[in-house]
């Protein structure tokens, strides 16, 4: 399962999901996203949950997408699907504390 954590442009009229993984997945950054600190949001999620090149138990794989030139950046959280749900709970939680939407196709 894959999880993309990322910032909404204001007041952006279009908030689809499934268009934004779309543009994504070929390389595209959206114009309904812009920049947030996302390294430093990575390096919270892995003092929260660990990190798997140290701990085999950390829930997530984090990949921070932060490409020069590209008005936003975005991050990619991979897992199986055995992930217990307090873990994804949190997720969403810490992201809702920061204003960031997380998707999960």
């Known amino acids: 399962m894959t999880?993309?954590?990322w910032k909404?442009?204001?007041?952006?009229?279009?908030?689809?999901g499934k268009?934004?993984?779309?543009?994504?997945?070929?390389?595209?950054?959206?114009?309904?996203l812009?920049?947030?600190d996302a390294e430093f949001f990575a390096h919270e999620m892995r003092q929260?949950?660990?990190d798997?090149?140290?701990?085999?138990?950390?829930p997530f794989i984090i990949d921070v997408c932060d490409f020069t030139g590209h008005g936003a950046n975005w991050i990619l959280l991979e897992c199986g699907w055995h992930?217990?749900?307090?873990?994804l709970a949190?997720?969403?939680?810490?992201?809702?504390?920061?204003?960031?939407?997380?998707?999960?196709e």
Do not use: K, N
């Open 3 to 5: 999880l993309a954590i």
């Open 8 to 16: 909404w442009r204001s007041l952006w009229p279009l908030r689809i």
């Open 19 to 32: 268009l934004v993984m779309r543009s994504l997945d070929q390389g595209r950054c959206p114009y309904g």
């Open 34 to 36: 812009v920049r947030f």
């Open 48 to 50: 929260r949950f660990g």
């Open 52 to 58: 798997p090149s140290s701990d085999a138990e950390a």
């Open 83 to 87: 992930v217990p749900e307090e873990s």
């Open 90 to 104: 949190e997720v969403v939680r810490m992201c809702a504390q920061r204003g960031l939407h997380v998707h999960s």
